[in-house]
C-alpha cells in the first residue's frame, strides 16, 4: 500500500518561512519523479514543484519561483518543499504527488497523492 504523507504545514507571517516534508513508503521512491500542488478553497488544484528521479531536473511554477525549493532524499524515501517569502496567496493545503515527470503539466498524470497539509498565511 502506497502512502504519501505530508508534514510541516502550519500559520505562517507573511514573508516567513515554512518547510514541508513528505515520506514516502510502500513504494520503490527512487524511480518515481516527485512534486507538490496546492489548492485553494474553491479554486483547482495546482502545480507547485517537482523534481525527477535523482533530483538533477527540477520545475516550478512561475508563482513560486525563486521563493520555493523542492529537493528530495532518496535514502530516506522523503521529499521536501522550502517555502521562503511566504504570501497570503500562498494559502493553500499542499499535497505531495508521486509519477513520471510529466506531473508538471497537471494532477492528471499523478500516480499518488498524499492527504494534504494546511498553509496559512494570513493577509
Known amino acids: 500500500q502506497v502512502q504519501l504523507v505530508e508534514s510541516g504545514g502550519g500559520l505562517v507571517r507573511t514573508g516567513g518561512s515554512l518547510r514541508l516534508s513528505c515520506a514516502a513508503s510502500g513504494l520503490t521512491f527512487s524511480i518515481y519523479s516527485m512534486g507538490w500542488f496546492r489548492q485553494a478553497p474553491g479554486k483547482e488544484r495546482e502545480f507547485v514543484a517537482a523534481?525527477?528521479?535523482?533530483?538533477?531536473?527540477?520545475y516550478y511554477a512561475d508563482s513560486v519561483k525563486g521563493r520555493f525549493t523542492i529537493s528530495r532524499d532518496n535514502a530516506k524515501n522523503t521529499v521536501y518543499l522550502q517555502m521562503n517569502s511566504l504570501k497570503p496567496e500562498d494559502t493553500a493545503v499542499y499535497f505531495c504527488a508521486a509519477g513520471p515527470i510529466r506531473i508538471y503539466s497537471g494532477p492528471r498524470y499523478v500516480n499518488y497523492w498524499g492527504q494534504g497539509t494546511q498553509v496559512t498565511v494570513p493577509s
Open positions: 523534481l525527477s528521479t535523482n533530483g538533477a531536473t527540477t
